[in-house]
């Protein structure tokens, strides 16, 4: 059987197209103009849609389409040293203008940006990239409006997926003023968790699709021991924060957790996708005081030099 990689057939299909070019690192693009003529220059703030997807499958590596834009400030000193991404072209762009790309795995891994061994990139495959330059700004308060905005609508696209899941379900589950909806099984003895509190806690979290991704409960557990955390020193996730003050000692319930209320566009790869919803069983096993820190070694005072003994 005559086996045709995947880069083979992206070559023969692009050397067909004149629509197509490559740069000298080889990454081949396609730029589609929006009709607009001005080009980037150094110091635009650029918001942008990208999406990167490998082999075959078309598998989404990461994708900002229908979640919160890129936003990028065009530098030309660091764009000269940029090899084999669409940071090469990007300045050939206008606002309005789509940008296709194809990166090649082993030209990538001889440049350093993929570490050898990587499961993930196979030899002889491809990145394909798209991309979409939305908007241009002048200055960093416009950008910065801009952003918060997209912030706003995410999380409101977020919580309104996590109601309708809730309601497919059947879930009886209030919903804070957060965007966290808390389902009460047995709210647990007073004192609440609070911040200052002390909570232990069990849990197990998945995705909405039931993919677990962590866990001390049950068989999923990957480690035994109870989670302990002081609620209002911000070592969790909000939506953690905001769900506990549900329960005391001995509650049961579930916490459905927004992904911007959880880790966001980032994720936690592989284990967490970016924009992720999660959703947390938990179980409180006590609450209590705070255990004391080791207080810190104290400075010498400095002597005042203008003291009168």
Known sequence: MKIISTLLVASVLLASCHQYEKTKSGLV????????????????????????????????????????????????????????????????CAAGDKLEFIMNIDTLRKLGMIPEGNPIFAKRDVIKGRLEVLKVFANDEAANADYKKEMDSEKDREVAELGKYISSKGIKAQKTAEGVYVEVKNAGTDPKADTGKQASVFYKGYTTDGKVFDSNMGAAATHKEAFVLVLGRHSVIPGWEIGLKYFGKGGKG??????????????????????????????????????????????PQQANPHQQH
Do not use: R, W
Not at 38 to 64: A, R
Not at 287 to 297: L, V
């Open 29 to 92: 693009y396609k730029i589609t103009s929006g009709g607009n003529s001005q080009k980037l220059k150094q110091g635009d703030l650029v918001k942008m849609n990208i999406e990167f997807k490998m082999g075959p499958k078309d598998t989404i590596l990461n994708s900002t389409y229908g979640h919160i834009p890129q936003y990028i400030k065009i530098d030309t000193a660091q764009l000269k040293a940029a090899k084999h991404n669409f940071t090469e072209v990007i300045m050939l």
């Open 254 to 299: 579930t916490i459905y957790i927004p992904a911007m209320m959880a880790y966001g566009p980032q994720g936690q790869p592989p284990a967490i996708s970016p924009f992720a919803n999660l959703i947390f069983d938990i179980e409180v096993s006590d609450i209590s005081a705070p255990t004391p820190q080791p207080a810190m070694p104290q400075m």
